[in-house]
Nanobody
């Protein structure tokens, strides 16, 4: 399975962006889908995840601002990001787990200017 992330870009603080991650195959069998982000020179950090049943979890630093969703029919997982701040600037990666297998997308850059 390949994951293709899209939707990144440059926005001003306070604005919104929506990231999408399209899978090359069905995502129904994936236990967990997630978004991570990474700033150059820092470790990749977990942002949000969603289970097969649609239960979402969020890192404290995005809770209330970001919403993760999945569309099993379209094989996509999305991340709606509102009230963006400069601290949200990073490369965002989608992630999928099925059993012991872990898949990563190629990353999409989000730049927020203050």
């Amino acid at each position: 399975v390949q994951l293709q992330a899209s939707g990144g870009g440059s926005v001003q603080a306070g604005r919104s962006l929506r990231l999408s991650c399209a899978a090359s195959g069905s995502i129904v069998s994936f236990n967990n889908l997630a978004w991570y982000r990474q700033v150059p020179g820092k470790s990749r950090e977990w942002v949000a995840s969603i289970t097969w049943s649609g239960n979402g979890k969020y890192a404290d630093f995005v809770k209330g601002r970001f919403t993760i969703s999945r569309d099993n029919a379209k094989n996509t997982v999305s991340l709606q990001m509102n009230s963006l701040t400069a601290e949200d600037t990073a490369v965002y990666y989608c992630n999928a787990i099925r059993g012991a297998a872990v898949y990563w997308g190629q990353g999409t850059l989000v730049t927020v200017s203050s």
